[in-house]
């Protein structure tokens, strides 16, 4: 089915109903995470490591398992060794035995936070009292933290033998690099040499917390059949249910993973960490085990998205046509390998159409928190970089920053990165809507100044399954297996109202326990409303089939007779109609329950594209940045929730701010986490950001039903370079080192940035 | 270790529990009291997502330690909405989308309400910096700050109409 | 270890009685940082004296021509009280800069002070106004200067079993107002990357009469910077005085490197923001600087 023509024709998509779980979380009713309690159910602690690097000699449990109420300990022993193999997870893919050990330390301790031992208890404290007894006799090894430290040949080894990717032939790289990945096109020396301007750098980024604020928190039932059933938050019940069969060495129909409501995610909720250990503190005790991680613990040993260090090099002709990129990045992994130097490659330049390109991603292994994935993984540090490159480069041509943009975007037929041409998307709409606002001409005020960014995410499809279900009174039930992170019932909802032509408050959605419909991929890649919605809208057909075949009966007439019209099925011959409720009614007598469940695995999304302008205010002693005003455009194919839609732009763009202004993961020279805490780790507050303007660009994807677009990650991309170029062009410095805190601002207006 | 006994009010109903003396109030409700509606999104005092009024002020409950609620009045989350009523707050952070998640929102609800119960008219900025301890990742507060305008505009209606 | 009991003491003779009893015991105010520090373990009281059931101590009153206030009134009731905002604007501003409405509504200055956190917000303010406090222990009462109080981070002078039940302030000097300001990268909910309180008195013809000005999260306790007033004292507080200011505060300085800023920078805002506070204590002394 082929995205209709107009949106006119919709009475439900565009719109913007109140969610269906929005009462209970208004009300606090909804359960998410730390919230679930199961019955007898013991609590879990976690012993972590004070060390960044050390080899675990000994382990000694007893003087915890004496503590009254505690009834099991577990440490890395416990653990099944593992045959390595990949497991790929959508944005991300990882190794069986290194994410095992993430979850706990087997033999070595990697960074500051890591799991080592567990124990359970009949109380909070009784757990937390015999966690401070276990004994861990640590031989502290040298750590590296630092990027360019950890990537150099003579640095401490990480891992003995780590498996490197992607060199070439007899290249030597540092023990801690684990990936190389290279894109390239065109004579770059060349290219290069022809150019009227070029812009070569230097950039580089601190790495970032996804800051979700429900902390992970599990409860796991190991139960006498040898069945396990959890109960946790996450972005994919079915990755939570994989990843802890693979570590526990189970069949998959072992595990249900029964999903509650997910305190946001940001792609950091797509790894396993406490779910396994609490499957095994249940096992040995026999009884339900809740793990919950404190804060601390969160940024201690979840997350972060890399930091980086980039060079770039742009050159153009004097018209401002890119005619060369070079660009050559080293992003940190944490303590195991990672995905996104490969998606960072993927996105370096991958908004505008560049004759000769390079871009090398190197990935390092360093003593930190294996990362995970964050927003758009792998692409805001290089489209900092990139962007930023990009604002100098029109600074040396004279040429308005926009117009450079629109000069090199790609565009609907232009080849990609990889050389095959681009489908219906939107760059180029969207610098022209950014042109053409208000607040791009607006004057500004006095120490004020403006900058402007563009940014791309691929977006993502992959298989997802749909239920629909018709009760006998005629209710339509929908079932998803995607969790719910803000506002996806509502938009599952929505299509199955417009497929169904029925009214919004018809159909009732739950997501779905991992035994209770078929896979369905996590939500991330931006793809839940594009695959997950697609799945909903077939399966709505199906039954929609079904209900015409049961009205032909109904009604005595040939099937092809019937269609299927405003949640009624029409015989023109008969004419007669039937409801959905009159066919429901009636379903026993005419071939039973009527219901229909729907695997999909599409892959024809389309990437998303973003252009912010920021409006950033200096105070000319301090360096204090304020953000004065803000506006977001983005190509969302089309919003079924416009509401939701809007969300996504002023959340991401928040999120990037944050990460351009104050965010960063500070470490002291011991190698332990300074600010593990939102104290010191500073996210924007509501008294720091103005109103996030957004403009939605509309071009639909021709692919989805009714056009969708991810529109979940493009929002983080632009924001870096768009803020730094503000603070920038207001202080007649480019910012090029993020973040930009009063000091480094302060440091660059005195000459010594 | 001996526990306290402690009664108070919670959402104007009496409730007795015993505590540890280091247990917060925030503990107690979502642990004995089983009122998970307060949320616990740092334990410190930074996020504002356990926010509940004690004694008339909004506080953070993990702040607050359980022996201290003894003879108090305690307001959440919970309490908010009249049975299946809502308050206009809750009515206007569903129909501004002022929500993603959830987790932080009851915070974000307790405390615009006590804004809003002793300041029926306040500027965006006066909004901002009273909800700057409530922390909200996935909004960028924007809805959040239009949602609490709007009820703060209805409940001006109520008034004047009441 | 978690505490083992949790006292709630009516009478501040009850309360000294309960501390000085017990060497693991510590008396919890608003409990901002206490409650925390005991949640992360870095302090593991055995019994917990909580002051704020003590009446007495959560009264602020007119003590002469000053005010008293009590260790246990938390920072936003400081600002319903008009006439110790009218006469203090500094100290009550820089006491509703702690955390969040939230922390504000349980935060105490006296918590502030005890906590000898050398970036404490309302702390240089108080030592700008010259505010002391009221110390009571197992051998009575003792009245002592704010900046007595804090030995160094995380550590205060009170001996074993004292606690601070009361801050005083003085009535305003004739002419005389007072301001504080921090800088944080944030607009809330952060700790001072540095901080500047001023207390300045102006006579008829807009000459400095008295000028006391403080810095905080500037050395390992807040400084009252004596040659920073002098520089001001018998001036009109012109550019040159400012300057002179400015250079006794930087010279002052003596900070640290560390997660929420450089030494450097911390040096340059203190300057930077004693000048700001002494012009906003100016303005409101009647002055125009």
Redesign the interface.
């Known amino acids: 089915m082929n995205a209709p023509e107009s949106k006119d024709t919709f009475k439900v998509v565009g719109t913007?109903p109140?969610?269906p779980?929005?009462?209970e979380?208004?009300?606090?009713?909804?359960?998410?995470g730390?919230?679930y309690k199961a019955s007898n159910m013991l609590f879990g602690a976690i012993v972590r490591s004070p060390h960044p690097h050390a080899r675990v000699r000994g382990i000694d449990t007893k003087k915890a398992e004496a503590v009254a109420g505690v009834h099991a300990c577990v440490t890395g022993a416990d653990f099944p060794t593992l045959e390595d193999t990949i497991i790929r997870m959508g944005e991300s893919a990882g190794s069986t035995t290194d994410m095992s050990q993430n979850v706990m330390a087997q033999g070595t301790v990697f960074y500051d936070g890591h799991a080592v031992a567990a124990v359970a208890a009949t109380s909070q404290?009784a757990a937390d009292?015999a966690a401070a007894l276990i004994e861990v006799d640590y031989e502290v090894l040298p750590h590296v933290i630092d990027i360019n430290d950890a990537f150099k040949q003579d640095a401490p080894v990480i891992h003995k033998d780590q498996r490197q990717t992607g060199l070439g032939e007899g290249e030597k790289a540092g023990p801690n690099v684990s990936t190389k990945f290279v894109m390239a096109n065109g004579e770059m020396a060349k290219a290069l040499e022809g150019a009227a301007a070029t812009v070569s750098e230097h950039y580089s980024l601190l790495p970032v917390h996804?800051?979700?604020?429900?902390?992970h928190a599990c409860v796991a039932t190991w139960k006498a059949d040898g069945k396990i059933d959890i109960w946790c938050s996450s972005q994919g019940a079915f990755n939570i249910r994989m990843l802890t069969a693979s570590f526990l060495h189970l069949e998959i129909g072992r595990i249900r993973v029964m999903p509650l409501?997910?305190?946001?995610?940001?792609g950091g909720k797509n790894s396993v960490y406490i779910e396994p250990v609490a499957a095994l503190l249940s096992k040995k005790s026999g009884r339900p085990v809740r793990l919950a991680m404190?804060?601390?613990d969160v940024f201690r040993a979840t997350g972060p998205a890399p930091g980086a260090e980039i060079d770039v090099t742009l050159g153009a002709d004097a018209d401002g046509k890119l005619v060369a990129a070079d660009v050559t990045f080293k992003y940190s992994a944490g303590a195991f390998r990672g995905t996104d130097a490969m998606t960072g490659v993927m996105h370096a330049i991958s908004q505008y159409l560049v004759p000769a390109f390079s871009v090398t991603g190197w990935e390092v292994i360093c003593n930190m928190p294996k990362h995970a994935a964050y927003r758009a993984p792998g692409a805001p540090q290089v489209n900092f970089a990139v962007e930023s490159a990009m604002n100098e480069l029109a600074d040396e041509l004279g040429l308005d920053p926009l117009d450079i943009r629109i000069k090199n975007a790609v565009a609907p037929g232009m080849p990609s990165m990889m050389g095959t041409p681009f489908g219906e998307i939107g760059l180029v709409e969207c610098l022209e809507a950014a042109k053409v606002h208000p607040h791009y001409s607006a004057p500004l005020g006095p120490n004020q100044a403006r900058g402007v960014a563009c940014g791309t995410w691929m977006n993502f499809g992959g298989p997802s399954t749909a239920s629909v279900s018709i009760a006998e009174d005629g209710s339509v039930l929908v079932a998803e297996g995607n969790p719910d992170?803000?506002?996806s019932r509502a938009s599952m909802a929505m299509m199955a109202a417009e497929t169904f032509g029925i009214s919004y408050d018809e159909i009732n959605v739950t997501i779905a326990d991992t035994s209770s419909i078929g896979f369905s991929m996590m939500t991330g890649g931006s793809r839940t409303t594009f695959a997950t919605g697609k799945a909903v809208v077939e399966a709505a057909q199906a039954v929609i089939e079904i209900l015409c075949e049961r009205a032909a009966k109904m009604l005595e007439v040939d099937v092809g007779d019937v269609e299927w019209m405003d949640g009624e099925a029409v015989s023109k011959s008969a004419g007669k109609r039937l409801t959905l409720k009159e066919i429901a009614v009636k379903s026993g007598a005419t071939g039973g329950p009527i219901s229909f469940e729907k695997g999909v695995n599409p892959l024809d999304h389309l990437p998303g594209y973003g252009v912010h302008i920021c409006d950033t205010e200096v105070d000319p002693?301090?360096g204090?940045v304020t953000v004065t005003r803000y506006t977001a455009v983005q190509d969302v194919g089309r919003a079924i929730?416009p509401?939701?839609v809007?969300?996504q732009l002023?959340?991401?763009?928040?999120?990037g701010i944050g990460w351009a202004?104050?965010e960063a993961y500070?470490y002291n020279k011991d190698g332990t986490l300074?600010?593990a805490?939102?104290?010191?780790y500073?996210?924007?507050?509501?008294?720091?950001?103005p109103?996030?303007d957004t403009v939605m660009i509309e071009k639909p994807n021709p692919a989805h039903p009714y056009g969708v677009k991810g529109v979940g990650e493009v929002s983080i991309v632009p924001p870096l370079a768009a803020v730094g170029a503000a603070v920038g062009n207001a202080i007649g410095k480019p910012m090029r080192d993020l973040p930009i805190?009063?000091?480094r601002v302060?440091?660059a207006m005195n000459g010594k940035g | 270790m001996s526990k306290i006994h402690v009664t108070t009010t919670v959402n104007g109903d009496e409730r007795e529990f015993l505590c540890t003396p280091g247990q917060t109030l925030l503990d107690v409700l979502r642990g004995e009291l089983g009122m998970t509606g307060s949320k616990e999104g740092c334990g410190s005092g930074d996020c504002g997502a356990c926010t509940v009024v004690l004694d008339g002020e909004m506080v953070c409950s993990c702040l607050v330690l359980a022996g201290e609620a003894q003879g108090r009045s305690v307001s959440t989350i919970e309490g908010v909405a009249e049975g299946s009523q809502l308050h206009p707050i809750q009515q206007k952070f569903l129909e501004h989308a002022a929500l993603q998640c959830g987790f932080c929102t009851p915070g974000f609800i307790v405390a615009a309400k006590s804004l809003l119960d002793r300041n029926p008219d306040p500027t965006e900025t006066e909004v901002r910096y009273w909800l700057a301890g409530n922390l909200c990742r996935c909004t960028g507060y924007d809805k959040i700050i239009k949602a609490v305008m709007d009820a703060a505009a209805e409940l001006r209606q109520e008034r004047t109409a009441a | 270890m978690p505490p083992t009991a949790y006292h709630a003491p009516e009478t501040i003779e009850q309360a000294v009685n309960l501390l000085s009893g017990d060497a693991s015991a510590r008396p919890l105010a608003g409990g901002t940082d206490l409650v925390v520090q005991i949640r992360s373990g870095r302090a593991a009281p055995g019994a917990i004296v909580d002051l704020k059931r003590i009446a007495k101590l959560r009264e602020i009153r007119r003590e002469g021509e000053g005010f008293a206030i009590g260790a246990a009134v938390p920072c936003t009731a400081l600002k319903d009280n008009a006439a110790l905002a009218a006469a203090w604007p500094g100290v009550v501003e820089a006491a509703n800069l702690i955390g969040s409405v939230q922390v504000r509504n349980r935060a105490t200055m006296a918590g502030n002070l005890c906590n000898a956190s050398p970036a404490a917000d309302s702390v240089p303010a108080l030592v700008a106004a010259g505010a002391t406090c009221i110390v009571v222990g197992p051998s009575g009462e003792r009245e002592v200067s704010v900046e007595q109080i804090p030995a160094g981070p995380g550590a205060t002078s009170l001996k074993s079993g004292e606690f601070v039940a009361e801050i005083r302030l003085p009535g305003p000097a004739k002419g005389g107002s007072d301001a504080y300001l921090r800088s944080i990268p944030r607009t809330e909910m952060d700790i001072a990357v540095v901080g500047a309180g001023a207390s300045i008195a102006l006579d008829g013809n807009g000459t400095c009469t008295a000028a006391r000005i403080s810095i905080g999260a500037a050395a390992p306790t807040v400084l009252l910077v004596e040659d920073a007033g002098k520089a001001l004292v018998g001036t009109k507080l012109d550019d040159a005085a400012i300057d002179k200011m400015m250079e006794a505060v930087r010279a002052a300085c003596n900070p640290i490197d560390d997660k929420r800023g450089t030494a450097e920078y911390r040096t340059a805002m203190a300057g930077i923001l004693a000048k700001r506070v002494v012009q906003i204590a100016c303005e409101r002394a009647g002055g125009n600087s």
């Open positions: 913007r109140i969610r779980d929005g009462v979380k208004v009300t606090g009713k909804a359960i998410f730390p919230d404290e009292e996804q800051g979700y604020i429900e902390p409501e997910i305190g946001g995610g940001f404190s804060r601390s992170i803000g506002g002693e301090t204090h929730h509401a939701y809007e969300g002023q959340g991401g763009a928040v999120q202004l104050n500070i300074d600010n805490g939102f104290l010191d500073r996210m924007p507050v509501a008294s720091d950001m109103m996030i805190s009063p000091d302060y440091s």
